[in-house]
């Protein structure tokens, strides 16, 4: 049988991660067009729940590594752990998810098994044997498509996005526990805690109508143009990370991978050109509203309505009508 | 505390993107290079733990002749010594596999890079060189300490509003996010003076690296197109004034 598809499982407090699941339905298509195994790795400690959960998911085998000292592990350690597991399962795929931990372990498991990794991937398939991977280049504007060639391990990261039903299985997967020679891993880092951003004033996942502001504002003053037609439409003002960076709002307004992930009913984006990572914080609200210059911004990817033009003109206009069409 | 800040020369707006001859990467017009943005704010804090700690600050490139334009920017922001490896590739196992060796022949605590090119959008080779030289790593910090002398803390994204914060003993290599400092502005004379540093610059033949094993492989670049969109956007079109009236009755009918 030709080498398989491993799906690596992130996990936190006893869940797996959102994206993971996403993984596992991925790799279910994935093995069965390319007529492979496919198989699923848990490494962590005491992570029973997780891999019973798992056996349910249409896999041929789980692999499951349980030792304390994964239990608060760095990247560092945790790119060993896996890439020993991987070495020894020699799958033709590491399928993993493009999250902040992904996006650290990704690359450090490629270079550990000298295989190529394809990260940020927005699409993988398999067409007569043949796997084709999709991911963004230059800002999100354009799509590249990879084929891949020859037989060696790949490693692909994929974002979180649609992705196929999750056929459950009424058999059970087998477990394996592997025992890892974890004494002899390079331990240079530690992880001393995990802390959440304090709770702001504003809850920006509860909001009905979100009213977003990018860095094509242009400066910290002009901002109140954008709060002025949140305040008339009685939604919250919320903004993408450069504005952040920049301290022209704080922190708790960001929507956004590293910040908040919001589906409001309405969601409007003045001037906000659409990078990945604000996309996936925003991408399920209900009716999307995008105002920008740049026909070719990324956010229109996304939007159900656009508005090609200047923000300093809309965004007036829009307040005004807003306040001259609130009921009372 | 000496520290090596990774930058990259990316280009501006980008036209005519297509495949290129070698199938392994992309060709296109494209504007002038700048400092991949990330990568400028990696700069901005060694230059700030410089100033708190002491040491020396290298900054280290990869590209050809036309990628030396950010390393006069960062030394006209602060950096003492410049290295620019001689090496064009987009494939980012080679990239690592030279930046690693470029790394090796320098001496340092500490090296800061950003989180991702613009170009690419891989966001790989910091993480897998630190890798290929057994250097424990974090990504997307936001924020850095001295936990001792042999010793940093990093506080990095975990997403959703959540942080890790890890001890890595130096040397150590760090993945900067955007925003870890304030981007101080350069004046245009400073830019200038520092035109006439010089540049120390390495083929990947000084550093060891035989050509072959930098070809890539294992994959063949197919297209480069537009996303595909999952639905069609309408745009609107008219004055200010339909435009913004259009939006509030689609606006009201979502709610």
């Not at chain 1, 939604?235 to 409001?264: N, Y």
């Not at chain 1, 906000?272 to 009716?287: D, F, P, T, V």
């Not at chain 2, 925003?179 to 540093?197: C, K, N």
Request: net charge neutral; hydrophobic share 45%; proline share 5%.
């Amino acid at each position: 049988m030709a080498r398989g598809v491993l799906v690596l499982i992130e996990h936190c407090e006893g869940k797996i991660d959102s994206a993971a699941s996403q993984l596992l339905a991925i790799g279910q298509r994935l093995a069965e067009k390319l007529k492979v195994e496919l198989v699923a790795a848990v490494i962590g400690y005491r992570h029973d729940g997780v891999v019973r959960a798992l056996q349910s998911a249409a896999l041929d085998r789980i692999v499951a590594v349980d030792d304390p000292r994964l239990a608060r592990a760095s990247g560092e350690v945790q790119a060993q752990a896996l890439g020993e597991v991987a070495r020894q399962i020699k799958p033709r795929l590491i399928l993993m998810g493009y999250t902040l931990a992904g996006m650290e372990l990704a690359p450090a498991i490629a270079a550990r098994l000298g295989a190529n990794a394809f990260t940020n991937c927005v699409g993988i398939d398999a067409v007569d044997g043949a796997v084709k991977v999709t991911r963004p280049v230059f800002d999100n504007t354009l799509h590249v498509e990879i084929a891949l060639e020859g037989d060696e391990t790949a490693v692909v990261a994929l974002q979180k996005g649609a992705a196929p039903e999750l056929k459950p299985s009424a058999k059970e997967a087998p477990v394996e526990r592997l025992a890892l020679d974890l004494e002899n891993f390079s331990a240079q880092s530690r992880l001393v805690g995990v802390t959440e951003e304090p709770r702001g004033e504003v809850d920006l996942t509860k909001a009905a109508i979100i009213v977003a502001v990018g860095r094509g504002i242009g400066g910290a003053e002009k901002i109140r143009l954008v709060s002025e037609l949140a305040e008339a439409l009685g939604g919250v003002l919320a903004c993408s990370r450069p504005v952040v960076d920049v301290g022209w709002l704080p922190r708790e307004r960001q929507v956004g991978a590293s910040g908040k992930t919001v589906a409001p009913k309405v969601y409007i984006a003045c001037g906000i050109s659409g990078a990945i990572q604000h996309l996936s914080g925003m991408r399920e609200s209900k009716r999307i509203i995008a105002i920008n210059k740049d026909p070719n911004a990324p956010i229109f990817q996304v939007a159900h309505f656009g508005v090609i033009g200047d923000l300093f003109e809309i965004v007036p206009a829009l307040t005004k009508a807003a306040k001259e069409s609130r009921p009372g | 505390m000496n520290i090596v800040v990774c930058c990259k020369a990316v280009p501006g707006l980008v036209t005519e993107v297509k495949v290129g001859a070698d199938a392994k990467s992309l060709e296109y017009q494209g504007q002038l290079l700048a400092i991949n943005e990330c990568d400028e704010y990696a700069l901005e804090e060694a230059l700030a733990l410089k100033r708190a700690h002491g040491g020396n600050v290298t900054v280290v490139t990869m590209g050809n002749i036309k990628a030396l334009e950010i390393l006069y920017f960062a030394l006209a922001k602060g950096a003492d010594r410049a290295v620019r490896v001689d090496c064009e590739t987009s494939d980012a196992r080679v990239a690592s596999t030279v930046l690693a060796a470029a790394l090796k022949k320098l001496d340092f605590d500490l090296v800061l890079t950003g989180t991702q090119a613009r170009d690419t959008l891989g966001g790989q080779v910091g993480i897998a060189a630190a890798a290929l030289l057994g250097l424990p790593f974090a990504y997307a910090v936001v924020e850095i300490q001295m936990a001792s002398a042999s010793a940093v803390k990093a506080r990095k994204e975990l997403g959703g509003g959540r942080y890790a914060e890890v001890e890595l003993s130096l040397p150590a290599l760090l993945c900067v996010q955007t925003g870890i400092q304030p981007l101080a502005f350069v004046p245009p004379a400073r830019r200038m003076r520092a035109r006439q540093q010089s540049v120390a610059s390495f083929t990947p033949a000084d550093l060891g690296l035989d050509p072959a094993a930098l070809a890539p492989k294992g994959y063949r670049l197919v297209d480069v197109h537009p996303p595909q969109r999952s639905h069609r956007v309408e745009f609107l079109d008219g004055t200010p004034q339909e435009i913004a009236a259009a939006l509030i009755s689609k606006i009201r009918e979502a709610l």
